[in-house]
């Protein structure tokens, strides 16, 4: 390390520690260094030996945005509750109020940062799929690698304690050199013999669906959304790096995440934002309709025309567009939406897209946005706590991080969650995949069991399951 860097490094530690000891409260202290740009999976699968169950990864659809933590300087759990949004903003803001930064600054998605997950209902009682992740699970990464439109930056976070002192943490720092090294020579990944690969209950589920369209012709309920899952169990234990690596391949127009916690790994390819904000800026998506892709190229427009005529599913979309614009409405003077949705084409499957802006206070929080939005029509359905209520009866599992927000927060005020489907829960060499589908009135058991079918293809490719054609 040069001389001068070595010199603000210690400087800042220095003003760190003292205002640690003068206010008898732990201090976050944050260093971001720029650097040449470095394969960002390289830098993840680094990290394995030392920080396996400790890492993230965040790249979103435009590649304008790769995140990738190491170990944890921080972890935010708390209690599952109807305020759990509001205490990770106020949990953070209270990290942020006393950190010292230094380094390069102001670049977004640098320095302090949180990252994670929230489960989709905090209401629903806890299982031992999901123990590991508790309600919601956030980090704040030890070391962690950012790619922001072509700039490539390591930033180094810690806690420093009244008790500590400089010279502990500049050898850790100094760490981080390692990872940048070790990126350089990473290989692709082997893959893994598929024992098993069964559907959970789906006689049962379809049952399901088929009461739940009768309760809507009979109640004010106007939408319910029903997930189900599916396991495999593989010859090795699965590496989270491999599924990201296929899953950045394949598809290349959805977010690519994965949150571990201990032994297990949250991991998935959604193409569905919920809220990006960026300073003044508000992006959400409405993403509901499903049709497959067509095996040819004809086939694939017809199905995509027959999409954006389909009634059942542009009333589905258009709860989604009503209730998203009236969330982004409560905290924007400006609010864009197109008249009409377009088609979101990924690999497996095409979508009904509207895409939402606003203009906003730079000082609005992300996650009191995403307070108004979780869960949208698109993943809960219509009354929102009506719907979420039933699901919560009558689903056949226990969502956890699945369907819920996923992403990052910065101290600039940034921030970009999407919704965690498309995704998995890997444990050992074992994996659970969930898919679920809007069920209206006029829907069928088959055709909804056919949609969640589908939806399974990208996890299943990723992990080399059997794909539903």
């Given amino acids: ?15 760190a520690l003292k205002k640690a000891q003068e206010t008898n409260q732990n201090v976050l202290f944050s260093e971001v260094k720029k650097i040449d740009v470095i394969n960002p999976l390289s830098f993840y699968q680094a ?16 590649k304008e945005t790769a995140i990738i933590g190491l170990g944890k300087a921080e972890k935010l759990q708390g209690a599952a ?20 930064k230094i380094g390069t600054a102001d670049a977004p998605a640098t320095g302090p940062l949180l990252f994670g997950g929230f489960s989709f209902d905090y209401q629903k009682s806890s299982s031992m799929l999901w123990d590991q992740f508790g309600d919601h699970l956030l980090y704040i990464p030890a070391f962690m690698l950012s790619i922001c439109e072509g700039e490539a930056y390591l930033t180094a976070n810690l806690i420093c304690s009244p008790e500590d002192s400089a010279d502990h943490f500049i050898d850790l720092i100094n760490e981080r050199e390692k990872y940048i090294y070790e990126s350089l020579g990473r290989g692709s990944l082997s893959g893994n013999e598929l024992l098993s690969q069964t559907e959970i209950q789906p006689e049962e589920w379809k049952k399901t669906v088929a009461e739940a369209v009768e309760e809507l012709k009979e109640t004010d309920l106007d939408k319910i959304v029903l997930a189900r899952e599916m396991r495999l169990v593989f010859q090795d234990a699965i590496f989270s790096e491999a599924i990201l690596e296929r899953l950045m391949a394949e598809q290349t127009a959805s977010f690519i995440f994965s949150l571990e916690s201990g032994s297990d790994c949250f991991i998935g390819a959604t193409p569905e934002r919920l809220i990006k904000k960026r300073k003044g800026q508000l992006y959400s998506a409405c993403l509901a309709g499903t049709i ?6 004809e086939e694939d427009e017809l199905l995509g025309a027959e999409l954006l005529c389909d009634q059942k599913n542009l009333i589905e979309h258009q709860y ?21 949705p377009e088609l979101m084409k990924i690999r497996h499957i095409q979508h009904l897209y509207t895409p939402v802006t606003g203009e906003c206070d730079p000082a609005v929080s992300v996650f009191s946005v995403i307070d108004k939005l979780h869960p949208t029509p698109a993943l809960g359905g219509l009354p ?28 600039y005020g940034n921030g970009e969650f999407a919704v965690g489907i498309r995704s998995g829960l890997i444990q050992g060499n074992e994996a659970s995949l969930f898919a679920g589908c809007g069920v209206v009135e006029d829907s069928s058991p088959e055709s909804e069991y056919q949609e969640t079918s589908i939806k399974f293809n990208p996890m299943l490719s990723a992990l080399g399951g059997n794909l539903h054609e």
């Fill in 384 to 411: 929102k706590e009506k719907a979420v209520t039933r699901i919560r009866e009558i689903e056949l599992l226990e969502r956890g991080l699945y369907a819920g927000p996923i992403g990052w927060a910065d101290s």
């Fill in 47 to 62: 990290g394995r030996e030392r920080y396996a169950g400790e890492r993230f990864f965040w790249q979103d659809p435009a």
């Fill in 292 to 297: 497959a892709r067509g095996k040819t190229e």
């Fill in 320 to 340: 989604v567009v009503s209730m998203i614009s009236k969330a982004i409405n409560s905290v924007c003077d400006r609010v864009y939406i197109p008249e009409k």
């Fill in 81 to 100: 509750n109807a305020a759990r949004f509001k205490d990770i903003e106020s949990r953070w803001s209270d990290l942020l109020s006393n950190a010292v």
């Fill in 1 to 15: 390390m040069a001389i001068s860097q070595q010199s603000e490094l210690l400087f800042g530690l220095t003003e």
